[in-house]
């Protein structure tokens, strides 16, 4: 079996100095892992588990990485990295469950000597095969602040989705190597002592350091829209659509307000589908909605299609003039940018779910999103407070480095910009009051923009955001500034 591609991930902001690891998957040939029949072992996650298909959906698990693979990667960086010259995969002390030989491997060792943008090149010498990670950004001090990753948006098989909770617990943790995420099952379809089971689990897997869990669910009406709670401590009441006291939006605030001493936040996602999106002439809840998922595996949800939406919703219907994201930001709705998969398919932070072999509605979907989120330690607590303070930007799945910095300076808005991506950017847009103001490109490195853009102070219900685009078309999105 020969590699036929790599995945490669480092931290997006490191120090100089400071030790970091190299994330590296071994990727084959797509394969489908079947369900495994019942067997006498212990509790743990596992590959070919009995929760691999779902009937309703007719989906089921798909992996990309080699079964099984030996052999050693070169590993480049220039003058600037510091650490192993390759890195080798045994055959044996790899993969993430017992007995699991696939070439799943996180090396440590490694150091940057420079500051400013930083790439890591990987070669396979005998196929040629060759990646480049994600950008770094390298500050000559450790930062107060870093990135970290993150998926909040997953469904399991106790509703509409495949897998079990532990099972995409680990699988976001140590395959698709992120810092963050939650499991934000349809609640309609949930007991009270599988909600029980549901915030035990994320109390498990929360870590600080290592992997942070949000206490997660989805309140799904089909009139008012879909939206994802968040709670920021270890626990919160179960929110049903179908609930009496929870059926209209109205009902919903009331019960989040009667809620002594929980702090929560209301996400609206995939707005602009015409069957399952948002109506934002229904208001906007400031103390709740604080953000907005832009991006999922469905699509963008940023404008139109005839507005220059590269992705647009085309599934279920399409979408709907009137429901986008702009549209609510035109309505002084202050909410900031989160992306995120709404993935089904068990793989949360690297889904494979437009490659589904049985679903025709799948083929029209796109790589899920990733929220990025500036925080000073890796906690639940600071990743909900980066969710709810606009700490936070979205991407299309490939995680672009975005940063933007604003300051007044002489009675202007000034926007310090420092974007970078692996593939090469193709453009950065300045977005103000839903209008393209100002176009940015590259200049001596493609991969990389530093540039600082001025503008008239925001004003009443202005806002602005930025828009890098790869050359892949991979997006990644600030979140908006307000007046």
């Known amino acids: 079996m020969k590699p036929s591609k790599i995945f490669c991930l480092i931290p997006s902001t490191l120090g100089m100095g400071d030790e970091f690891n190299l994330n590296v998957k071994i990727l084959g040939d797509l394969r489908v892992i079947e369900s ?37 990667l070169l590993v480049e960086g220039g003058a600037a990295l510091e650490g192993a010259e390759e890195v080798i995969f045994d055959g044996t002390s790899q993969g993430v469950f017992t007995g699991d030989t696939r070439p799943i491997r996180s090396f440590g060792g490694f150091r940057w000597k420079a500051a400013g943008f930083q790439f890591i090149k990987l070669i396979e010498p005998v196929t040629g095969v060759t990646v480049y990670s994600n950008p770094v950004y390298v500050s000559e001090k450790s930062p107060s602040t870093r990135i970290v990753w993150g998926d909040p948006h997953w469904q399991t098989f106790f509703s509409d989705g495949i897998r079990i909770p532990e099972e995409l617990y680990a699988f976001a943790r140590d395959e698709a190597f992120l810092d963050f995420g939650a499991i934000s099952d349809h609640m309609e379809a949930i007991s009270a002592r599988q909600w029980d089971y549901f915030q035990a689990v994320s109390n498990d897997y929360n870590e600080s350091g290592r992997f942070a869990t949000l206490i997660g669910q989805e309140w799904t009406h089909h009139k008012c829209g879909h939206r994802n709670i968040y709670y920021r401590g270890n626990g919160g009441p179960a929110l049903r659509s179908n609930d009496s006291d929870c059926d209209s939006l109205e009902k919903l605030w009331q019960k989040l307000d009667s809620c002594t001493g929980i702090d929560a936040i209301a996400i609206p996602h995939h707005s602009a589908n015409l069957t399952m999106g948002v109506d934002w002439g229904q208001g906007w809840n400031p103390k709740y909605e604080r953000a907005v998922e832009i991006h999922s595996c469905w699509g963008s949800s940023e404008c139109h299609k005839d507005d220059g939406n590269i992705k647009p919703i085309t599934v279920c219907n399409g979408e709907l003039k009137g429901q986008h994201v702009r549209d609510a930001l035109n309505l002084g709705y202050k909410m900031g940018f989160v992306g995120a998969g709404d993935i089904h398919d068990g793989r949360p932070g690297d889904s494979l779910s437009e490659f589904q072999p049985e679903v025709e509605l799948y083929k029209g979907l796109y790589p899920q999103g990733l929220t990025a ?78 540039r600082e853009i001025s503008i008239d102070r925001l004003s009443n219900s202005d806002y602005c955001y930025v828009r890098t685009t790869s050359m892949d078309g991979d997006i990644a999105w600030s979140s908006p500034f307000f007046a």
């Open 36 to 72: 495994a029949s019942f067997a006498w072992s212990p509790r743990m996650p596992k590959l070919a588990g009995p929760f691999n298909r779902c009937t309703a959906r007719n989906i089921q698990y798909l992996d990309n990485v080699l079964p099984a693979w030996s052999g050693k």
């Open 373 to 450: 989120a500036s925080v000073s330690a890796l906690t639940r607590e600071n990743v909900f407070d980066a969710m709810k303070n606009h700490n936070t930007y979205a991407t299309t799945h490939r995680r672009i480095f975005l940063d933007v910095q604003k300051s007044i300076q002489k009675g202007k808005l000034n926007l310090a910009i420092k974007t970078a991506s692996e593939d090469g950017i193709k453009d950065v847009k300045l977005i103000f009051n839903g209008n393209e103001i100002e176009t940015l490109s590259p200049d001596d490195d493609p991969r990389i923009v530093i």
